[in-house]
């Protein structure tokens, strides 16, 4: 089993930049591609990045490509995500993602069969 716990959300402005991170427990990291997903309120869920397990691949949705940066250390066992230049719909909950195979994350990019999921943080852009 694996824990995941997200940190870092809150309230910005717009243009303004956050840093969400995810921390696990249970399991070592490294053997788990790791992503981020978010869901804003009466919408569905939609992928944002994801890191395979050395962290040599990365995979950004197009609506946040150039503006977020995720990346891992599996030192310390967390998954870090930088947003910069946010935008009010950027307002989203954010959750952290494991699973052992990177591909789940991409094709097709839904999070369908993610092994392990965190409960989330409010990350809320003001315009």
């Known amino acids: 089993q694996v824990q995941l716990v997200e940190s870092g959300g809150g309230l910005v402005q717009a243009g303004g930049s956050l840093r969400l991170s995810c921390a696990a427990s249970?399991?070592?990291?490294?053997?788990?591609?790791m992503g981020w997903f978010r869901q804003a309120p009466g919408k569905e869920r939609e992928f944002v990045a994801a890191?395979?397990?050395?962290?040599?691949?990365?995979y950004y949705a197009d609506s946040v490509k150039g503006r977020f940066t995720i990346a891992r250390d599996n030192a310390k066992n967390t998954v870090s995500l930088q947003m910069n230049s946010l935008k009010s719909e950027d307002t989203a909950s954010y959750y952290c993602?494991?699973?052992?195979?990177?591909?789940?994350?991409?094709?097709?990019?839904?999070?369908?069969?993610?092994?392990?999921w965190g409960k989330g943080t409010l990350v809320t852009v003001s315009s």
């Open positions: 890191i395979s397990w050395s962290g040599g691949s990365t």
């Open positions: 993602a494991a699973d052992p195979s990177y591909s789940t994350y991409i094709n097709p990019p839904k999070g369908y069969g993610i092994h392990y």
């Open positions: 249970g399991r070592t990291l490294r053997s788990y591609a």
